[in-house]
């Protein structure tokens, strides 16, 4: 009951409380009314009996002197008018019965030396009263009344109070149908401009007032909220105008840098690898034709400026490399991976004298994305790990797939020499570099170039390592449909 009583209307609550409460009011004063009239009625039947048995008592009195029964007789038959005497006795001093009236039951007269129960008991009166001549007890009246009539009674008044209390109670019921609306009308009809200004995002929609009561100044108030939450709305719409304006200024701003930044980095690079091979060329002319005129200092300077232009080209196809993997646009397609870490690794080992002792690629690694790019990428990382594994005596280069959900995550992980997870912020950034030159060549750009290229696809790279055990790089891309 209690737990359906929240989703019941609020007229239909207005109107179960007033019936309920006009039904319980009505009920309480018809018991009331019964109770009293029930003990009103009683005490007048008390009083009716005792003067009756009063008058009888004292015409009783002279027969009982003389022990004349046949007068006693005539005086107790005359109770056979009053249809609420049940039975009569006439009792001498001593206790024996001189008469009675018997009615219906044919009840004997009972014994008045045993203690009695006067009095209402159970569905009857009994009363037991001395008869007196001269203030001297010459004998003793019994009588017995039953209470049919007082029961009758009752029952009218009950019905009667039922009947009075349905018609009051149908009257309640049109007055609360009619009053109820002057409570719930105001209350339905701000619910219903709420249920408007929600559903069509309409803050010009007022709620109607009426009257300067309770529900006259809600209603007040809920049009003051919406106006005010009319006009913030207003303004975060025009300061999200004047942000997107913004925003696509800033953004067209930036992309032009952008690519300025790009043609730049682009020409700067290729303009710097024509006078570095000029450099070269005259360095190794200078070094076969003149190499016998020169010191062992000058062969040494000479030495150093051929070591630094080759340097200089290797930062310089970096930076190509990033720079195309920027600009280039991207051709997708299902690529077998496992067969182009196999490649790179052939080649790998075509170009070095001394490859890994032991290198294990999954079979059946099928990625989605631009092939040139992530050969690219993965070129970058099996070329780390080959490096940083050059120095131990059994070198192991691994590359395992696994598949969850959307997305493929491949490891490549070496047991080289590893590096420090402090610095793992710095690891992703171009020209930073977590060993020194004098350790492992390089030129700091490859892993920027990888992140690069994986973030083009919609991946994600991380990686962990600890020093002296060799590191770990997770790539994480998309599953396409066409790929599971």
Not at 79 to 99: F, K, P, S
Not at 245 to 254: G, H
Not at 395 to 407: F, M, P, Q, S
Not at 435 to 458: D, K, M, N, Q, W
């Amino acid at each position: 009951m209690m737990g359906r009583w929240r989703y019941w209307r609020l007229k239909t609550k207005l109107l179960f409380l007033t019936l309920f409460t006009s039904a319980l009011g009505i009920a309480l004063v018809c018991a009331s009314l019964i109770f009293v009239e029930n003990r009103n009625y009683k005490k007048q039947l008390e009083s009716e009996l005792h003067v009756i048995a009063g008058i009888l008592a004292e015409q009783s009195a002279a027969a009982l002197i003389f022990e004349d029964n046949e007068q006693l007789t005539s005086i107790v038959s005359s109770l056979e008018r009053i249809n609420t005497i049940r039975q009569a006795c006439v009792y001498d001093d001593q206790g024996n019965i001189m008469t009675s009236l018997v009615g219906i039951d044919e009840q004997p007269c009972p014994n008045v030396d045993q203690r009695l129960k006067m009095g209402f008991v159970d569905d009857m009166y009994r009363l037991l009263i001395p008869v007196t001549l001269d203030n001297e007890t010459v004998g003793r009246l019994y009588l017995i009344s039953h209470l049919e009539v007082l029961h009758g009674h009752i029952r009218t008044f009950v019905w009667v109070a039922i009947g009075i209390g349905s018609v009051i109670l149908l009257a309640l019921v049109f007055l609360a149908l009619r009053l109820q609306r002057i409570v719930s009308e105001p209350i339905l009809t701000l619910s219903n401009t709420a249920e408007r200004i929600a559903l069509n995002h309409d803050y010009s929609i007022r709620a109607p007032v009426s009257g300067a009561d309770e529900l006259g100044r809600l209603g007040n108030t809920f049009n003051e909220m919406i106006g005010t939450i009319q006009q913030q709305n207003l303004r975060i719409l025009e300061s999200r105008d004047n942000l997107e304006k913004i925003v696509d200024a800033r953004t067209s701003e930036l992309s032009m840098a952008n690519r300025e930044l790009e043609a730049f980095s682009y020409s700067v690079s290729h303009d710097l690898r024509q006078p570095l091979r000029a450099i070269e060329g005259f360095g190794q002319a200078l070094e076969e034709d003149c190499g016998d005129q020169l010191n062992d200092s000058g062969k040494d300077y000479l030495k150093r400026i051929r070591a630094a232009s080759v340097r200089m080209a290797s930062l310089i196809d970096g930076l190509l490399i990033l720079s195309r993997v920027s600009r280039q646009p991207m051709e997708n397609r299902t690529i077998d991976l496992s067969h182009m870490l196999r490649e790179i690794t052939d080649e790998l080992k075509g170009v070095s004298d001394d490859p890994p002792s032991e290198i294990h690629i999954q079979q059946g690694i099928q990625v989605v994305g631009d092939s040139r790019m992530l050969r690219i990428a993965f070129q970058n990382l099996l070329e780390n790990a080959w490096k940083y594994s050059s120095r131990e005596e059994k070198r192991v280069i691994e590359v395992l797939a696994t598949r969850k959900g959307h997305t493929i995550a491949i490891e490549v992980r070496d047991n080289g020499v590893g590096f420090d997870m402090r610095y793992i912020d710095k690891l992703f950034v171009a020209f930073n570099r977590l060993h020194t030159p004098s350790e492992f060549g390089g030129t700091g750009i490859g892993l920027a170039t990888v992140y690069r290229v994986i973030r083009r696809h919609h991946g994600t790279i991380s990686a962990t390592s600890e020093v002296g055990k060799g590191a770990s790089f997770v790539v994480k891309l998309p599953v396409f449909v066409d790929q599971r």
